[in-house]
């Protein structure tokens, strides 16, 4: 447990006068707004702290998921991977979730998928997702930046006996469109995922 925040922090990093190391930090904080928190309004936000999109661990969490494209993969991310706490986005409308692990060749993958509108303990269907994936260490950024392109066909969630703020997510979705590079070519399409999640309204 001692490498967690090494594992699944976001904090800014170091910054730097050389306008070309900008520029990814730079899209990544916009990419990670666009994903965790405004599925589909596409409204500007001010960057989050580093605090605001720190991965806290949870004891539980699953992404299983069929990645084609730019990235070619078959995810089954589950109790071998760290997982990341869930939460509301910032305005408290929708959640986002957070998920990092490893696909085929050992490359690092972070998966942000923002579920908007859904209320704390709201069992729903067919809620808008916006999706987004990085693939780290080579400044390459997909998003699907709308709503009408991934969606939960349902979404449950149970409230935890030990924490009334805490519930347990489960959803099972697609996307019937890609998520785009955000700058050059290439796509990513999750064509099915299915998701479980510690969340906190907190």
Not at 10 to 34: E, G, K, V, Y
Not at 59 to 81: F, H, K, M, P, Y
Not at 108 to 132: C, D, M, Q, Y
Request: proline letters at 6%.
């Amino acid at each position: 447990m001692a490498n967690w925040r090494r594992h699944c922090s976001f904090r800014p990093a170091a910054r730097t006068d050389t306008p070309r190391l900008q520029a990814p930090f730079t899209a990544l904080f916009a990419i990670l707004i666009s994903g965790c928190g405004h599925a589909g309004d596409g409204a500007p936000a001010a960057p989050p702290s580093g605090e605001e999109i720190l991965c806290r661990p949870a004891n539980e969490g699953q992404l299983r998921a069929r990645l084609q494209g730019a990235i070619d993969a078959e995810i089954d991310w589950s109790s071998d991977v760290p997982q990341c706490l869930g939460g509301p986005r910032p305005d408290g409308d929708g959640v986002r979730l957070l998920y990092k692990g490893r696909i085929a060749g050992d490359e690092s993958v972070l998966v942000v998928i923002g579920i908007t509108p859904l209320r704390a303990g709201e069992t729903s269907r067919n809620v808008p997702v916006n999706l987004t994936v990085v693939r780290e260490g080579t400044g390459q950024f997909f998003s699907t930046q709308g709503r009408d392109k991934c969606a939960l066909d349902e979404v449950r969630q149970e409230q935890l006996d030990t924490d009334a703020h805490r519930y347990r997510l489960t959803g099972r979705g697609y996307c019937t469109q890609p998520a785009r590079a955000l700058s050059g070519d290439g796509a990513v399409l999750m064509s099915r995922f299915d998701v479980v999640a510690i969340v906190e309204y907190q």
